[in-house]
């Protein structure tokens, strides 16, 4: 992808989560146009239970830097065990949608509105979590990206993240099919809207070497049908 076309469809894409954050949870919690009926909605259930044990199951503590924190699903279980958490969204919109979810809990929150692209760690943390996020990072900006996540991070920090695997059912009943050869898609809000944005489906291999490549030792898996998920550490 050319820079200035990259450039024009990240806008784009903040734009559509700006756009997209009073919505947001109804994907996450099957509703309206990502119900899928009661056999996928019940696998979906699954997989996030299995993701909640494997986020449990890590030392997810200390001072927290959570990159794209959006609706806040994952920055309350992180206020609810961390010393701090320092979240980082470019989008205003999904900051307040946070802190309306966090309630009391978001008094150990340090919320940052900041393009993640354009973000230099001012300190170095106890660990980094973003969900959801690095299917959006464009391929040429991987390991730069990466390398910014080792620069936010003291050694031996673990690293934790998840994204979607390319399952159709994983989606709106209304979303096209993302194309295999290509880093853009199609998204719809529910007024129609529609927004092109990134989504990469990143090969496991694709991110070890890339991590490595930044120091940080990872290890990618997945659950049965519908996420990918990465548990690392700084080195």
């Known amino acids: 992808m050319r820079p200035e076309s990259e450039h024009a469809v990240l806008g784009e894409q903040q734009a559509y989560y700006r756009a997209r954050a009073g919505e947001y949870d109804e994907w996450w919690e099957r509703l309206g146009r ?78 940052v509105q900041q393009d993640i692209f354009g973000w230099t760690p001012p300190r170095r943390f106890d660990a980094m979590v973003f969900c959801f996020w690095i299917s959006h990072v464009p391929r040429r900006r991987l390991a730069e990206f990466l390398a910014n996540c080792r620069d936010a991070l003291h050694v031996g920090a673990p690293v934790f993240f998840v994204d979607s695997l390319p399952e159709p059912t994983g989606f709106a009943v209304d979303q096209v099919p993302p194309d295999d050869h290509s880093e ?15 989504k990469n489906f990143y090969d496991p291999k694709e991110l070890r070497d890339a991590a490595h490549s930044a120091d940080i030792q990872l290890e990618v898996g997945h659950t049965s049908t519908y996420f990918q998920y990465g548990i690392g550490q700084a080195i």
């Not at 986020?55 to 927290?64: C, I």
């Not at 990159?67 to 919109?93: C, F, H, K, N, Q």
């Not at 898609?185 to 944005?197: V, Y």
Request: aromatic share 6%.
């Open 184 to 198: 853009m898609t199609q998204r719809l809000l529910n007024d129609g809207r529609e927004f092109t944005i990134i």
């Open 34 to 111: 990502h119900d899928q009926g009661p056999r996928a909605n019940a696998r979906w259930a699954d997989d996030i239970e299995e993701l909640r044990e494997i986020f449990d199951s890590l030392p997810l503590d200390g001072d927290v830097v959570e990159l794209a924190p959006g609706t806040g699903y994952w920055t309350e279980l992180l206020a609810g065990r961390a010393r701090s958490v320092t979240a980082i969204d470019g989008a205003a919109e999904m900051i307040a949608c946070n802190r309306a979810r966090l309630g009391h809990k978001a008094e150990v929150v340090t919320y």
